[in-house]
């Protein structure tokens, strides 16, 4: 008896990294403008807040949003905390509540699913019922940035991308034959071949007028305009000696790295079928602030992998 050939199932894997998560945006507008309809999605981190907003239909009203964000609105979200996490996080998952989308992940129109972190044992943690807004909340967790999420049973969950940040084996274990990925990490290492932003003050007999000269900043503009918790050294004779990278410079760094790392090993044991690695090392963590840059590099990225996919897609 011959067996009926049906459709794979297409899933969508979209990975963390914090503002440049906002390049999603721009991947799903062009696999939605190629007639691609996937069957589910999955997210780590940022990548779990625009796949919720994807799975809820809310997508083209949550661009036209982060599009509006500027430094002044993303200092509105801050809820400044002294314990567990420096931001409580709480003012933004309100709004999320109140504008975009809070009901139970069963009965979301498109499946959908979340990657968090077990703080206590390490272990990834999958979040495929309950309320969709909280596991935006606990996979959005990033340690040091935001306090965690405590469940109901008292588990304490943190960001999903410490443990898989494209979390392709979530995507096929919703039953996703073919896994669209989408890395927000591949070409962070150029970034960090180079030192953090320096820029050099006036030397003493340059006089009051005098411009300093600023190196390429590779770390974004957030940090300038922070000011708080930047360390400096103190300069011998007439050569400055540069300014230290802040504490939460160095915190977002190495998440950077340790993310870079773990994409490349989880995707060498599981990749998925197309990969979509938009070009995102020039933007820092925190710049929310810049999401039309993120959603054209985002368009551009996923135009260049539609041969790919049409592959797969017969």
């Not at 794979?8 to 799903?28: M, N």
């Not at 960001?159 to 995507?171: E, I, M, Q, R, W």
């Not at 939460?248 to 044991?269: K, P, Y």
């Not at 602030?289 to 539609?306: C, P, V, Y």
Request: proline residues 7%; hydrophobic residues 45%.
């Amino acid at each position: 008896m011959a067996l009926a050939r049906r459709a794979p199932k297409v899933g969508l894997a979209l990975g963390s990294g914090s503002a440049r998560g906002w390049a999603h945006i721009g991947v799903l507008q062009v696999l939605r403008d190629e007639g691609v309809q996937p069957d589910m999605v999955c997210g780590a981190s940022i990548g779990a807040l625009v796949g919720a907003a994807y799975a809820a239909g809310e997508l083209e009203r949550f661009a036209e949003w982060v599009q509006t964000l500027g430094l002044r609105e993303v200092f509105g979200f801050m809820d400044f905390n002294l314990a567990g996490g420096m931001l409580k996080g709480e003012k933004l998952i309100a709004f999320w509540r109140r504008h975009f989308a809070d009901f139970d992940i069963a009965e979301s129109p498109l499946p959908f699913a979340a990657v968090a972190t077990d703080l206590h044992s390490g272990a990834e943690v999958w979040l495929r019922d309950g309320s969709i807004a909280d596991a935006v909340r606990a996979s959005i967790a990033l340690p040091g940035l935001f306090t965690p999420m405590v469940r109901a049973d008292g588990r304490l969950l943190v960001d999903g991308g410490l443990v898989n940040p494209v979390p392709t084996s979530l995507a096929r274990a919703m039953g996703a034959d073919i896994v669209i990925g989408v890395d927000l990490n591949a070409d962070i290492v150029q970034r960090h071949m180079h030192p953090l932003a320096v820029v050099r003050e006036p030397l003493p007999d340059e006089g009051p007028d005098a411009a300093p000269e600023p190196e390429p900043v590779r770390n974004g503009d957030w940090m300038r305009r922070l000011r708080f918790w930047a360390g400096t050294n103190g300069s011998n004779g007439k050569t400055p000696a540069p300014k230290q990278p802040s504490m939460l410079d160095v915190m977002m760094t190495s998440v950077n790295i340790m993310q870079m790392r773990i994409t490349r090993s989880r995707m060498a044991g599981d990749p998925p079928e197309v990969i979509i690695a938009p070009r995102l090392s020039h933007l820092g963590q925190l710049d929310f602030h810049r999401a039309k840059e993120a959603i054209d590099e985002g368009r551009r990225a996923a135009q260049a992998s539609l041969p790919q996919l049409r592959e797969f897609m017969g």
